[in-house]
């Protein structure tokens, strides 16, 4: 399979697990139900258009490489926080922390071959 085929749907897997995640903090309390949370829209939205129509671009790999950072740092994040013990053996824990290890691997996934595709723009190979 080409690369860039792996990165896309890397990426669009990033994008549905980050949108199930930050639904599922909402629903748990961790983040607070309020409009402040159509931001998050707004980026997924930003997110989606430079997976899909910025593909293979230089813009398209940046906006891919920090899609991969976010999904890769989330599991960091909550994983370090006091309550992530209670929230794992709470009602709905499994899916709280599988998606925590889902994030962490296609986000990583995304970051490297992100990174091999704009350097393989620098080296002006044919993508």
């Known amino acids: 399979m080409k690369p860039n085929v792996m990165l896309t749907i890397a990426s669009l897997l990033s994008i549905l697990l980050l949108s199930l995640h930050v639904t599922d ?28 129509m910025l593909a293979e671009r230089r813009w398209g790999y940046v906006i891919m490489l920090l899609t991969g950072f976010i999904a890769a740092g989330m599991p960091f994040i909550h994983m370090r926080g006091a309550r992530y013990a209670e929230h794992a053996a709470s ?32 080296r002006g190979q044919p993508r």
């Open 91 to 122: 009602s709905g824990g499994f899916f709280f922390v599988w998606t925590l290890f889902a994030l962490g691997v296609t986000g990583v996934f995304s970051f490297i071959l992100s990174v091999r595709g704009l350097w393989s723009l620098r």
């Open 25 to 52: 903090d909402i629903v748990r309390g961790i983040s607070k139900a309020e409009f402040s949370n159509f931001y998050a829209v707004f980026y997924l939205v930003i997110m989606l258009y430079g997976t899909l």
